[in-house]
């Protein structure tokens, strides 16, 4: 009787059964589709990052286009985090072999699956991980690295806002002597404030973290202040922005009730949305400010544009709020050009739109 070789199936067929499950709020189903796999034979790193990773990914782009609400967004990550947990379960880790590397999430960043991604892959491959999860204040983690002395810091960020934050906590590594590996959408595509901010290391993704991480990253040789590689902070005008941002919002509403008198008629709910974008809008300069990169800034406002697109809300408001906001900031110059740049910009996606229609 001649011998039979096992086919593998695709990893493809298990992403679409997960991704129906998640879509249908259906964690039973999301979990055992992982499990299947897990039976069938297909390597857990790629159920980790090319099933699960590939459905978490999807689900951001589906909230994007207005097809997943929040609520269904927030219930299909916690049900992919519980697939990640029940195949960790069944599934036997090797004995750690390599170094200790902690994982963590910047402070005020809650959107910890990527970190919970990374962390898995490195323990499947013989690290021995400390995965510490979302918003970690940055006393905390240094405490926890002085008590540990892991060999690196994998740190993972994917709003933009807190790059600020994500400088300090890299410095305040670094002075503890542990070197760090920067990850996550926050740091740029190309990785480029992970560079600025003087991380040892970054990487676009978890399996490229893992291969980084398999040598050890060079130490730092010295402490240093997070102005040391942004001289261009020395202008304050970041701080003052930062400091401002209240003061800020409340002049562009108030701007923004006289140029669209249908807003003193909005609900409750609609009042506070608007707030929240207005302060996203500061937020975002000011970020842009700090890096010293206006198309940080600008990506953001375009993004909105098509966000708000998505869910048919007309982006009337965009131009009015950056020209209040700049009437504000007449006197910093860095400030006001990101907000002409930007500004431009969108008149010509409005443009562009326009001659489809």
């Known amino acids: 009787m001649g011998s039979t070789i096992a086919v593998v199936p695709e990893v493809d067929e298990y992403a679409e059964r997960l ?8 964690e039973t189903a999301a979990v055992g589709s992982v499990l299947d796999g897990y039976r069938a034979g297909i390597d857990p790193e790629a159920l980790l990052l090319d099933v699960i990773g590939a459905v978490q990914r999807r ?11 929040v609520a269904q967004e927030h219930a299909a990550t916690s049900i992919n985090d519980r697939a990640i947990a029940a195949l960790a379960h069944v599934h036997r880790f090797p004995e750690p072999t390599r170094g200790r590397i902690t994982v963590s999430c910047v402070d005020g960043e809650w959107h910890a699956l990527p970190a919970r991604l990374l962390a898995e892959v490195l323990r499947l491959r013989g690290f021995r991980i400390d995965y510490l999860g979302a918003q970690v204040p940055g006393p905390h983690l240094i405490a926890h690295l002085h008590r540990t002395g892991p060999d690196a810091v994998a740190l993972s960020g994917s709003i933009a806002t807190r790059l600020p934050t994500a400088h300090a906590t890299i410095t305040a590594c670094q002075a503890a002597g542990i070197p760090v590996m920067a990850g996550g959408a926050a740091f740029g595509p190309d990785g480029r404030y992970a560079r600025q901010f003087g991380a040892q290391a970054w990487a676009p993704d978890a399996r490229a973290a893992a291969d980084r991480l398999a040598e050890p990253l060079p130490r730092p040789h010295e402490a240093h202040q997070p102005i040391d590689d942004l001289p ?41 949305h608007t707030a929240e974008d207005l302060a996203h809008i500061v937020d975002f300069l000011a970020t842009a400010v700090y890096t010293g990169d206006s198309s ?34 007449r006197d910093f110059p860095r400030a006001t050009a990101m907000l002409r740049e930007a500004g431009a910009a969108l008149a010509s996606l409005v443009a562009g739109r326009e001659v489809r229609a």
Request: no cysteine.
């Open 296 to 329: 940080l800034f600008t990506s953001f406002i375009l993004w909105t544009a098509e966000i708000l697109e998505a869910r048919a809300v007309p982006a009337t408001a965009l131009p009015p709020s950056l020209e209040l906001l700049g009437a504000e900031l």
């Open 19 to 26: 991704w129906a499950a998640v879509a249908d709020g259906d």
């Open 232 to 272: 261009h902070l020395a202008d304050q005008e970041y701080t003052m922005i930062s400091r401002s941002n209240r003061q800020l919002v409340q002049a562009m509403y108030t701007g923004l009730e006289d140029r669209i008198p249908a807003m003193r008629d909005y609900t409750d709910l609609q009042h506070q």
């Open 59 to 69: 689900v951001g782009i589906e909230w994007a286009g207005n097809r997943l609400t």
